[in-house]
């Protein structure tokens, strides 16, 4: 079957002048270094220039949505705390919680200056031309592989489903949050969670990429939720929300004769909003259904507060890269080390600026802005090789602040490889391939 025609990519020129980019960060920084103004004018000023800019600068859109997330992890915490009273365990000072949130957002401001000062390719259309290759090689899969992966997807599924009728649901929903999670596949081995998000967004962007394949959607959707139901059930969810932000993205990029961008985003959108609000589903408290975006700036305020030693470092950190045998010395994440701490309530989450903070509380600010640059910088290059990275990579920096740096850097490169070798590059020219367009004509024309 012949392949649905790309759409067409139209350049826009902005409006948005270049010294606003600027302007605005040092108004923040000033605004944080004066005492009487307080944090408040600090924190609104930040998130009125963010949604300015995303709203007039539509091409700079992955950029701003990036730093967006990532100031909803540095600034929830303190809005919480200091609007509504909601302070959570080990129960840090007002002090604690401001300077934390301080240190956090000189960090954002300082990214954000990085960001835009190197010569990286953040656009929409980078990243818009990236999902439309992944689409357009996902359209001439055939129905053999796409049964297989749906088939180990179902066995995944139904091995995590078997535990949890041997935990037995009432046990789940009594217990806290990822008291079952190490009995689940997917919500705590690593390569099976690698495995399963590459399967569910390689199956998504089948779906969308082919018309008739969508009018089994329903298919696609259920087994997705018995692939992810199990994690969900226990507290689990940062892997399905990154799926469902790499399937947004490739939903939005088919464009006019595919999916409408609009409804994909809407339906997107509504899932995540589920997803953050399972806490208050499952508990009957209010106070619960913000802890996604709360809790894991806790690790930051649990190392500014008290004498935390964990094994791990940046330096070690690095060899979660390699597989476990190969590792020369046992390393857990941090994420998972905070979790066996019982310090916080976070989990397994982790948190940049926290990261940062344990290696050196001295240059906690410079560290957590070279970790994200970092980061950054290495989605960018792993996308020249193949757009299955700039998918992958891109949907796990938007929860990079509840994140650590190798952990982000191991499932964004695993997950794009495995994503790149499930949709096989087709033998024709890819479209980042082909010859440069004409003057007035689109690269997808």
Sequence with gaps: MTAPALPRIEARRSPWPLW???????????????????????VGTWWLFLGWRF?????????????????????????AASRFDLVYPPGPTEATIEAGTRLTLFALVATFVMLRVLPLDLS???????SLELLDRASRLGGSRLALIALGLATIALRDWWQLRAIGLG???????????????????HNVQIAVMAGTIALGTAAVARPERRRRAFVLAALVAMTWGPSLLVGARKSPLIVLVALALLALAAGRGRIAPRGALL?????????????????GRLDQASIEFVYPQYVLFAAMEHDIDLDYGYGRGATLMLPAALRPFEVHDIGSSFADLGVTNVGVGAHPVGEAYLASPGAAGVLA?????????????????DPAFAVAGAAHLVLWGRSDLWITLFFSMY???????????????????????????????
């Design 171 to 189: 046990a789940v929903f009594e217990a806290d949050r990822r008291a079952y999670a190490g009995a689940l596949l997917t919500a705590s081995n």
């Design 55 to 79: 709203a007039a600068v539509p091409a700079s859109r992955p950029l701003t949505a990036f730093v967006g997330a990532f100031t909803l992890y540095g600034t929830s915490a303190w809005l």
């Design 124 to 130: 929409m259309t980078w990243l818009r031309c990236a």
């Design 369 to 385: 802005v070279a970790a994200t640059v970092l980061v950054v910088l290495a989605v960018r290059l792993l996308a020249r090789l």
């Design 20 to 42: 606003l980019d600027f302007a605005a960060p040092w108004l923040v920084v000033t605004l944080l270094a004066s005492t009487s103004t307080g944090l408040g004018s600090a």
């Design 415 to 445: 997950v794009g490889a495995l994503l790149w070798l499930l949709l096989a590059r087709p033998r024709r020219a890819s479209v980042l391939e082909r010859p440069a367009p004409e003057a007035g004509t689109s690269a997808l024309s």
């Design 267 to 283: 339906a997107a959108a509504g899932l995540a909003v589920g997803l953050l609000l399972i806490p208050l589903a499952s508990t």
